[in-house]
Each structure stands twice: as structure tokens, then as C-alpha cells.
């Protein structure tokens, strides 16, 4: 692929530049498939609001208008003025259900306007536009009065707004910070320019594709948030280590070789390392989708697009480019880069400082740093997880404000159980007369609100029937938690339970949560133990070495534990609050430790295929393994480290964003970045590979033969048939 693009250059960048347009127009036109409510269904939760739909007594989307004094108690004539404007305007939207009776608070200060939409819950969010605009149309006309409005579907809404302007944050401030890295490393900005177009342009198609990719696998409005954050960071960095590669050949070349030929060079070591990390990505990212999850699924999804889009750019319009314009980009650092004489790389003494220790100490250097990793790694023994509520979203959205003034003076709306009874109509009377009785028992618990009058609504063929029962607490608080196990494990086996042949199930806030941990704590040892295999097969087949393989899969543990460490002591605690602008809910995001870790094993078989492969050329030379680390670390140290700031750089942007599960992602990815590149690449691999010496390489057939032959004319690329 790459000899063909560099031999025929402006047909691969055209190509390149119609692909981009291809995939983003249409994308256009296809639109994003977003997933519905019932994607999202899990385990007991999940069936309650399948039996409830069955019956068509899903609960409906609401939204709730307060209207309130600027100050003391609210005006009633005021009030009932706008309460009747609010009333008629609402009444006449097509998005409408129904609008109830105002309810005023028990302290007089506002009162309360319920308004149910039509269609389900999730996909409310789309259509709250004119709701919004009518709540502000009666707020403009009454000055005198506040009045503004909440609910899921425009509390959503506010998050979807806030992750888009995130998202333009994060990229005002990529962006520069990574140019600047890479005019560092080159001191060219030809050469720092041509990495992050192509990362922009691979990231442009990816949303594309991901667009198209939605009518299979739904899109649950991550896609496009992890397609940036991957599809930067794989795309200059794959860029970068072609680059690099480019340059030392075009070097030892000394003007002797066609520029084509060069680019071919770097494609058979650099290029196929880049394929081989690029593919351990995609592997281990689709263990993602064993979760069963929508939301894992759309990660999965729209990582696995960046990386391969990333992939193809890297070994077609790059190489085109690079055979156009390759002697142009930074001349004199290209000829520093390598010496051309002796062929032998001049890495400079910051990296060949970095490596000594490992090479010359190699076993105090190891128990240093796996002290260090390990001690790093110890605070992950008390993670906690959590599904973030309503209690974690961003006080800058109004919606949320709003909605923390409600349940202030409605506490009954911080949670509300959804009870949903499955039996054979002939027992409709049965089913009732038992969720009235649970109703009444439910009145005496202080978990719950208290209210007998709860009347169960029965579907039109009386085979459905469903109770919703309040409760005043916040949905993260012990006392709904518990609310929700009396319910399931006392009051609705006394009751519901009783009845012949019924299926009872709950749902709500309080059970989807639940149930949703307890559904990826199910999955999440197949999905590990997937990781782990893949992981391993895929070294083995790239570099022909059990050890090898072994090595890689205990140093990516060690990555992913030392980071998880770090993020139980920064976000789940409270002395970096300040620091890094967030409230800690004393938990960390359920879906964070889970897709950190399967994306860092797969970002991890970055540095280690590049570092490894360096190792292995030497080795394949007929260099002795403890010279061949030397070699191979030193050389590949200044890569690796350029890489990894860049990356660095892109995940630690996140941490400036409002969500706090994106900060906890964005900090978690930025801090195993690190610690890999720095510590586990540099200092703690190359002391292994040290001590074990040939042993490292077992059972490598192609490694026999070198060590066979004094030297080998040519240098076998990552990936050679052994």
C-alpha cells in the first residue's frame, strides 16, 4: 500500500482527499441512529420496562415548569395568570400529552406545573425545543415572576449542549498544544503540519462513517466524543513514528535511494508496526462489545473506526505525501537524525540517559520501578463504582439548577419506583387488589413517600398492570438503595408475588443503576479474560515470543492498575477538587475502569511493538539481546517519548471539561500514558528483556536463525513469518 501511494502520489492523496468527502457527505446524509430506550434495558430494570411498554404504560416523558417569586412568597394572582398562559401555550404543541393542574409548594414559594410529552423517555430530548421556547415566552411576559423548567428531557438536552461546547474546548486546546509538540520534534512546521491534518482529516471521516455504522450498532451520543479523543491521539501518533522512521532512512540513504524507495523502507518496519499496534487496538477495543452494553458498544464502535481510519491514512496519503514533499521536510534535522555514514542512530543523550539504567542496573532499576507502579496501583484495592446521577451533573446548566430548587420543595420527585405486573387478564382483579396493598404497606416505611392513594393503571387488554411509587430521597442515597431492596425482596413477594402465574418487576432511577452494575459486573470477566487472550496471541503472532507475549500482558496489568490507582485518589476523594474543577461524588463513573482498561491494553501494544521492534531488528542482526535493548530503547526512546506527550497532551484536555466522567477518562488515559511510556517502556521492559537475555526471544524459530548466522544482510520487519 505504501510503495503503491508514494509511486503514484497524487492519486493517493486525491484518493484520500474524495474518501474524506465520501464519508462525511454521506454520513450527512444517513444521520446519526440514535439508541432508544429499549437499548438500554438490564436485567430486572430492563424487563420491567419491556412488560410496561407491552401494555403501553411506559412512563412518559415530563417536564416541570416552576414558577416562583424573585423573592418571598410567589403572588397568587401572578402566578395563576402565568399558569394559564403556560397552560394554553402548551396545550397547543404537537409535542404535547397532557399539562396537569398547578400544585403549589408547602411553603408558598412557587408552584408547579407537570407537562407530559408524548413518545418515550429518550428520545424527548430531541423535541423539548418548542417547550423551552414557550416557558420563556411566558417568562418574558412576566418579568415580575421567575420561571424556567427542568426535567430529564431538558436536563439531557443541557448535558448534550455542555459535552458539544467540552468537545470545542478540548480541541481549542489540543490543537495548539500539539503543534507545538510537534514543532518541537521536527523544528519544521511542514513537518508538524502534516500529522495533524491527517489526524483532522481521519478524525472528519471517522464521524462519518460512525454516522453510518449507527443504523447497525446505535449510537448512544459517546461516538463522536471518543472519536476525538482516539482519533487525535492515534492519528498524530502514528504519523509520528512513520515520520520518524522516514527521516532515519532518508538519512542512512545519503541521497542514494529515490524518495519512493525510502518511503517504502520506512513502511516495511514502521509501517507494518503500525499495522500490528493498530489492529492489537481494534482487537482489544471489540471486546467492548462482549459487554453487552449500548453504551460500550458505541465506545467500542467509534474507537474502532478512528484507529482503522487512522491506519489507512498512515499508510497511504502519508506515504504519498512524504514521497512529494519528503526532501523538503527539515533537511538538516533529518541528517542529524541518523549519521549516514555508520547508519548507527544518534538519539541524543537525553534518551541514551533514560535507557542506561536499565541496561547497566538492570535489577535494582526493576524494583525500583515495579515498587513504584505497584505502590501507585494499591489505592484501586478500594474502587468504588457508581452509575453517576442526576446528584453529578454540572450546576452551570440551568436545567439543573432548576431541578435542584424542585426537589427541594417536592422531595416525593427525587425518585419514583415503576412497579410493572405481567398475568393473565382473567387475574387483572388479583393484580390490582395486590399493588393497592403494596401501596398501602409501602405508606408506613420512611424510605418511601408515604403515599396510599397510588392508583395502578391497567393496560387496555388488562394483561398489564403498573404502580409508581415515590420516594424522597436522591437515587444515590442509602436510603433509596434500600427502598429499592425491601421492595423487591419483602413488599412485592407479600404482595404481587402471591397472585398465580404474575411476573413482577421493578424499574426506575434507582433499579436501572443497580442493575446496571450488577450487569457489568457480570460481563466484566469475560470481557477481561477475552483482553488478556487476545493481548497475548496477538505479541506472539507479531514478534514469534511466548515471554514476549507474557511480558506484555503482566506490563499493560501493571499500566492499567497504577492508573486506576491514581484516579481512586484524585476523584474519588476530595483534595483535588479545586485543582481540577469538580464536586467528587465519592465514586468513580461505573463505565470508566472498564473502557480505560481495555482502551489502554490497546493503546499500551503501541509502545510496545514500537519499542520491541527496534529491539528485535537489532536482535535479527546478530546483536547480542543486552546490546539489542540498548540499541532498540535508545532508538525508539525519542519517538516514544514525542508520542507519548502528544497523546498526553490530547487525554489531559479532557480533564478541563465539565462532565465529570470525561474528566475521570481523559485523566485516567493521560496518567497510563505516562506511566507506560515512562516508566514501563523505558525502564522496566528493557530491564527484563536484560536479564533474560535470549531467553527472551523463546521460541522464535526466526530468532534462532540469526543467532545461526554471524549477521543478517537484511533486517526482518515486525511481523516476519517465524
Known amino acids: 500500500m505504501a510503495g503503491w501511494s508514494a509511486t503514484h502520489p497524487w492519486r493517493a492523496i486525491a484518493a484520500w482527499f474524495v474518501f474524506v468527502v465520501l464519508c462525511l457527505g454521506t454520513g450527512s446524509l444517513a444521520g446519526t441512529h440514535s439508541a432508544t430506550s429499549a437499548d438500554y434495558r438490564v436485567g430486572e430494570a430492563g424487563r420491567a420496562e419491556a412488560i410496561a411498554a407491552e401494555g403501553n404504560l411506559a412512563r412518559r416523558p415530563i417536564e416541570r415548569v416552576l414558577i416562583e417569586s424573585r423573592s418571598g412568597p410567589v403572588d397568587g394572582p401572578a402566578a395563576d395568570r402565568a399558569v394559564r398562559d403556560l397552560t394554553s401555550r402548551m396545550r397547543a404543541l404537537p409535542e404535547v400529552d397532557r399539562v396537569e393542574a398547578p400544585v403549589r409548594s408547602e411553603d408558598g414559594t412557587l408552584v408547579m406545573v407537570a407537562i407530559t410529552m408524548k413518545g418515550e423517555e429518550l428520545a424527548a430530548k430531541r423535541h423539548i425545543g418548542p417547550l423551552v421556547e414557550q416557558t420563556a415566552a411566558v417568562q418574558a411576559a412576566n418579568p415580575g415572576l421567575l420561571i424556567t423548567e427542568t426535567g430529564r428531557p431538558s436536563m439531557s438536552q443541557g448535558l448534550d449542549t455542555q459535552r458539544g461546547d467540552d468537545l470545542f474546548l478540548s480541541e481549542m486546546i489540543t490543537l495548539p498544544v500539539t503543534l507545538a509538540v510537534l514543532l518541537l520534534v521536527f523544528g519544521s512546521v511542514l513537518a508538524a503540519g502534516v500529522p495533524l491534518l491527517l489526524a483532522l482529516s481521519s478524525i472528519a471521516a471517522s464521524m462519518g462513517l460512525a454516522a453510518i455504522a449507527s443504523h447497525v450498532l446505535p449510537d448512544a451520543g459517546v461516538g463522536n466524543s471518543v472519536i476525538l ?199 387483572s382483579g388479583e393484580v390490582v387488589s395486590a399493588l393497592k396493598d403494596l401501596a398501602r404497606r409501602v405508606e408506613a416505611d420512611p424510605r418511601f413517600a408515604g403515599d396510599a392513594a397510588a392508583e395502578p393503571k391497567t393496560s387496555s387488554d388488562r394483561g398489564v398492570s403498573t404502580l409508581e411509587l415515590a420516594v424522597p430521597f436522591p437515587a444515590g442515597s442509602e436510603q433509596a438503595q434500600q427502598s429499592l431492596q425491601r421492595l423487591r425482596s419483602e413488599y412485592i413477594p407479600a404482595t404481587v408475588g402471591t397472585v398465580t402465574g404474575a411476573e413482577a418487576a421493578v424499574s426506575g432511577d434507582v ?212
Request: overall charge positive.
Open 229 to 427: 479523543l482516539i482519533g487525535m491521539a492515534v492519528g498524530v501518533d502514528y504519523s509520528l513514528f512513520y515520520l520518524k522512521r522516514e527521516r532515519e532512512e532518508r538519512a542512512r540513504a545519503g541521497g542514494r535511494v529515490s524518495p519512493s524507495a525510502v518511503v517504502e523502507l520506512a513502511a516495511a518496519t514502521s509501517g507494518r508496526a503500525i499495522v500490528v499496534s493498530g489492529l492489537a487496538v481494534i482487537v482489544s477495543t471489540a471486546c467492548l462489545y462482549l459487554a453487552t452494553d449500548v453504551i460500550f458498544s458505541s465506545l467500542a464502535t467509534g474507537t474502532i473506526i478512528a484507529v482503522l481510519v487512522a491506519m489507512v491514512s498512515s499508510l497511504t496519503v502519508l506515504p504519498a505525501i512524504l514521497a512529494k514533499v519528503g526532501d523538503q521536510v527539515d533537511r538538516r534535522r533529518a541528517r542529524r537524525a541518523v549519521h549516514p555514514a555508520s547508519g548507527r542512530q544518534n538519539t541524543g543523550r537525553v534518551w541514551a540517559a533514560m535507557s542506561r539504567p536499565a541496561t547497566r542496573h538492570p535489577v535494582a532499576t526493576l524494583l525500583v520501578a515495579t515498587t513504584v507502579m505497584l505502590a501507585l496501583a494499591l489505592p484501586a484495592l478500594a474502587l468504588r463504582l457508581n452509575v453517576p446521577g442526576t446528584d453529578t451533573f454540572s450546576r452551570e446548566i440551568p436545567a439543573v439548577r432548576t431541578w435542584d430548587r424542585l426537589t427541594a420543595a417536592f422531595p416525593d420527585l427525587n425518585v419514583t419506583h415503576l412497579v410493572a405486573v405481567r398475568a393473565d387478564p382473567a387475574h
Open 511 to 722: 433499579a436501572r443503576d443497580a442493575d446496571y452494575v450488577t450487569h457489568q459486573n457480570e460481563k466484566l470477566p469475560w470481557v477481561i479474560g477475552f483482553l488478556l487472550l487476545l493481548t497475548f496471541l496477538m505479541t506472539v503472532a507479531a514478534f514469534g515470543s511466548v515471554v514476549i507475549g507474557l511480558l506484555g500482558v503482566i506490563l499493560n496489568l501493571l499500566s492499567a492498575g497504577a492508573a486506576f490507582g491514581l484516579l481512586v485518589v484524585v476523584f474519588q476523594y476530595s483534595w483535588a477538587e479545586g485543582l481540577l474543577d469538580f464536586t467528587s461524588t465519592g465514586f468513580i463513573g461505573s463505565r470508566v475502569p472498564l473502557f480505560l482498561f481495555v482502551i489502554l491494553f490497546g493503546l499500551s501494544m503501541d509502545y510496545q511493538v514500537f519499542v520491541i521492534s527496534r529491539i528485535r531488528e537489532s536482535a535479527l542482526r546478530g546483536v547480542p539481546t543486552r546490546e539489542a535493548v540498548i540499541e532498540g530503547t535508545s532508538g525508539s526512546a525519542g519517538v516514544i517519548t514525542s508520542a507519548a506527550v502528544v497523546m498526553v497532551s490530547v487525554f489531559a484536555a479532557f480533564v478541563f471539561l465539565s462532565l465529570v466522567e470525561m474528566k475521570q477518562m481523559g485523566f485516567g488515559l493521560a496518567v497510563a500514558v505516562l506511566l507506560d511510556a515512562f516508566v514501563v517502556r523505558t525502564m522496566i521492559l528493557p530491564s527484563i528483556m536484560t536479564l533474560l537475555g535470549e531467553a527472551s526471544w523463546w521460541p522464535s524459530r526466526a530468532m534462532r536463525r540469526s543467532r545461526a548466522v554471524p549477521a543478517l544482510a537484511d533486517v526482518q520487519p515486525v511481523g516476519a513469518a517465524d
